[in-house]
């Protein structure tokens, strides 16, 4: 599936939007593309109605309880395994808080759907939205994901995009498998600022991402997210929490998880399999950068005899030659895919820790149930 655009619509405080949409921009990263309203004012968080400055990044999303409901039903009519789905976020920016108050999915279509245009798709609905006085401003995007696997190049090129559009946009992480086990998985990330220096600079080598400290562990700031429901909401929950049978409520003391754990275990060695293949290709590097600068040195030392040879003769020395044509460095291969695969294996590891953990509390307390029967 084709990122997420960000269709420009930018986040604006508490205002309103006073002008034409239009497709006017120029693309901002590797097969996304970005566009910029050429009358709508882009509004951030510095420009505050008091005059003061804000220079804190978002520190918290508010997102309403039924954002998380349209996303959890997108994936349950068009999500099939695997399969990702993703939408567009809406809203407004209140000082350091992001508040997510609507939602709409990207439509699902083949390649057979030729004249399907996505842009104008996203264009005609914050126009309906906005007719309806709904929150139409954008402030992110959403995806599913499985098993937790969506650390990828696509997605690190669409939130550059977003927040190089949209200072403040957030990407939502949900995570369906783990919800239907009983805790809601939804997460919300941002680029660090160091790595979005480094995209915006493109220098992707080993040298450009030591030099700015960038790791697996500085691309992305997860931002803590708070769910908020109307009065009404909260009393129909406990309503229907009530209403609910005991057969559901002690579902979640299941204690098998083999399935679950076999997946994500079989997820993490294929990622290591990726690690082990783009360290091999780095040291093959290595070794042959080594063997370059060793004929390097060498015809440089067979040089240096011949010319004193020819000067013990009377001749002239030899014309200098230019080594950098003659030993060109091999290429390096890209460290950002590394990178990449080291998060997605931490993340790995940080899923399959918690999940553990979660069934080890389960099995204690189901001995300590047995305990005194026994």
Not at 101 to 118: L, V
Not at 307 to 330: H, I, V
Not at 354 to 360: C, R, W, Y
């Amino acid at each position: 599936m084709i990122p997420a655009h960000p269709c420009c619509f930018t986040v604006i405080k508490r205002g309103f939007f006073t002008g034409e949409i239009s497709q006017s921009g120029s693309p901002e990263a590797t097969g996304l593309t970005v566009f910029i309203p050429a009358r709508v004012k882009m509004a951030s968080r510095k420009d505050t109605p008091s005059g003061k400055t804000l220079d804190t990044p978002v520190k918290q999303i508010q997102i309403e309880g039924l954002v998380v409901m349209k996303i959890i039903k997108h994936y349950q009519e068009e999500g099939q395994g695997s399969e990702v789905v993703q939408g567009v976020l809406l809203g407004l920016v209140v000082e350091d808080r992001l508040e997510i108050t609507n939602c709409f999915p990207f439509p699902q279509h083949t390649e057979d759907d030729a004249d399907f245009d996505e842009v104008q798709y996203q264009m005609e609905m914050m126009r309906s939205l906005r007719h309806v006085n709904i929150d139409h401003l954008h402030v992110g995007w959403y995806q599913s994901t499985f098993y937790g696997s969506f650390v990828s190049r696509a997605l690190l090129d669409s939130q550059f995009s977003y927040q190089h559009a949209i200072e403040e946009s957030v990407v939502l992480i949900y995570d369906p498998i783990k919800t239907a086990q009983g805790s809601l998985c939804l997460k919300a990330y941002r680029l660090t600022p160091k790595l979005m220096e480094i995209c915006k600079e493109k220098d992707f080598s080993s040298e450009g991402l030591k030099k700015a400290s960038v790791g697996f562990e500085h691309m992305f700031e997860e931002v803590p997210i708070v769910i908020k429901n109307s009065h009404l909401i909260s009393v129909l929950l406990w309503e229907l929490e009530d209403k609910s049978t005991a057969a559901d409520k002690h579902e979640l003391l299941n204690l098998s998880s083999s399935s679950h754990l076999e997946k994500s275990l079989q997820m993490l060695m294929d990622r290591v399999d990726d690690m082990s293949q783009d360290i091999v290709k780095y040291n093959n590097h290595c070794r042959s950068l080594s063997k370059q600068q060793q004929q390097k040195h060498q015809y440089v030392q067979r040089r240096q005899q011949e010319n004193a040879q020819r000067q013990s003769r009377g001749e002239p020395p030899l014309p200098e030659e230019d080594l950098s044509k003659m030993f060109k460095p091999p290429q390096p291969p890209p460290r950002m895919d590394t990178l990449l695969i080291a998060s997605q294996i931490n993340t790995y590891c940080q899923t399959i820790k918690e999940f553990t953990s979660q069934n080890l509390g389960k099995l204690f307390m189901a001995e300590a149930l047995q305990g005194p029967s026994s």
